[in-house]
């Protein structure tokens, strides 16, 4: 028994280094780095994307440079957030320049694990810029596609060194070309709270209305400016919640689909540290009041608003404080509404209000505020509901109280779904009050459509 138990072990410990595994960080660690012998040149990132000429949009192909770049892989397709590509940068630390490299493998991390250094050799490659991010693959005709298996082993060489990588620290406001395919870490953030109410929760890309990628309004509580965190509809954490609170994200900053706009894509879940209080404006809180009053006070469903000017004779404040588009009048299957939106403005920013005009509360209780919204071709959530006292003429020095206002997220490629109805108790208010709805956004990377129709002031 001595014996078949010596032999069993002595085979499971041939099993174990026999394995077959793509990596061999389960050897037994060295005493020294073993060194890559590079036969050739070696090159940085910046050098190589350099080779690609943006005005004329055109391929490049390495052919006999025999030139290898050096890089570290900052993506890992593990939770299935990245697909057959690994995101390269030049530096562990304080990174300069990112590319992307196409490899036509599912299972990546097992052998490019982040933060390991390689080196790629370039001939036969091809460079090209899609959808704003630098790409390097193997070119097929007016393409460039994945590095095909069996020619993996021969353009990426894996050393023996894993770096710890250092994202760098950015505000969203700082993103710019120079930080893409970069590792990064933003601060101080947290996601739109249109999507974590407890009517719809979202996940991160699990809803129905998600096609290929889930993205996700995150905000600055340092600056205010916003971003999209996106995430593949086949990633591993794609039902998961998004986090309530406000904290830190570390990720890869890359581009969306149609090159609009930067967003952020995490290796995994794991990415995200949201663990302090958020930084929602203050909202006018009131007492609850969820019904209706029988008396309505004021009402408006723009059926008789078919111009600009029939809108100012109704007494709406319509004004674009940076002299471009306002609100206009619109019209949809017999439905008339007021639509803004910023796309093909041009504006950036485009900061347009509709005020109301006054309704008194003085003799009125329960008062209550209600309107329908849509969204469509949503890429932000851009429009905010607020409330005043004291209208001096002027929304740029008026003082407005901010109204927990449910804005809807309207599909990113069409048309909205339909209106979205919000009922917010303003009970608490007195004397000449005028509501209004400020549109913050710019094209073409935020630039949502908005109609909104159906209001009305209620009391008793």
Not at 6 to 30: E, H, N, R, W, Y
Not at 49 to 58: A, D, I, Q, V
Not at 87 to 103: F, R, S
Not at 372 to 391: G, H, K, P, Q, R
Request: aromatic share 10%; with cysteine.
């Amino acid at each position: 028994m001595k014996k078949l138990k010596v032999i069993s072990l002595a085979f499971f410990g041939m099993f174990l280094q026999t394995s077959c595994v793509k990596t061999d960080d389960f050897q037994l660690p060295k005493t020294e780095t073993e060194e890559v012998n590079i036969e050739g040149n070696v090159t940085g990132i910046l050098a190589v994307k350099s080779n690609f000429k943006p005005e004329t949009g055109e391929i490049y192909v390495f052919s006999e440079t025999n030139t290898w770049m050096e890089a570290y892989v900052v993506s890992s397709d593990e939770a299935g957030n990245f697909y057959k590509e690994l995101v390269l940068q030049d530096k562990p630390e304080n990174p300069i320049a990112g590319i992307l490299l196409l490899v036509d493998d599912n299972s990546v991390f097992e052998t490019y694990n982040f933060g390991r250094k390689i080196y790629v050799k370039l001939d036969g490659l091809a460079l090209w810029s899609n959808n704003g991010v630098h790409q390097l693959g193997i070119q097929n005709r007016g393409d460039v596609a994945a590095i095909p298996p069996s020619r993996i082993d021969d353009h990426i060489i894996r050393t023996m060194e894993t770096a710890e990588i250092v994202p760098l620290q950015l505000e969203i406001s700082e993103f710019n070309e120079e930080h893409e395919n970069l590792f990064i870490q933003v601060k101080n953030v947290q996601f739109n709270r249109n999507l974590l109410r407890e009517q719809h929760h979202y996940t991160f890309a699990g809803e129905v209305t998600d096609e290929y990628d889930g993205e996700r309004q995150l905000e600055s509580c340092r600056t205010g400016a916003s971003t999209m965190l996106s995430t593949s509809t086949f990633s591993g954490f794609k039902s998961l919640y998004l986090p309530k609170n406000s904290g830190s994200i570390k990720g890869v900053l890359t581009r969306n689909f149609y090159d609009d706009y930067f967003v952020i894509a995490v290796n995994s879940p794991d990415d995200l540290s949201f663990e302090g209080e958020r930084c929602d404006p203050e909202f006018l809180n009131c007492t609850n009041n969820t019904s209706e009053g029988i008396n309505v006070l004021f009402e408006e469903d723009f059926t008789n608003i078919t111009s600009l000017s029939a809108l100012e004779n109704s007494g709406w404040t319509n004004v674009n404080v940076n002299g471009g588009k306002a609100f206009q009048p619109g019209i949809f299957d017999g439905n008339r509404y007021i639509r803004v939106s910023a796309f093909n403005t041009e504006e950036a920013p485009m900061e347009a209000w509709l005020v109301s005009p006054p309704i008194d509360l003085d003799d009125v209780s329960g008062a209550q505020l209600s309107f329908d919204i849509m969204a469509s071709y949503d890429n932000s959530t851009i429009l905010s509901v607020l409330i005043t006292e004291e209208f001096t003429g002027n929304v740029l020095n008026t003082i407005w109280k901010h109204l927990d206002a449910v804005i809807p997220i309207g599909p990113t490629n069409q048309y909205g779904r339909g209106f979205v109805k919000s009922k917010i108790d303003i009970s608490c208010l007195k004397g000449e009050i005028h509501f209004a709805f400020r549109y913050l956004g710019g094209a073409p990377d935020k630039s949502t459509t908005y109609d909104i129709d159906n209001m009305r002031i209620s009391g008793n």
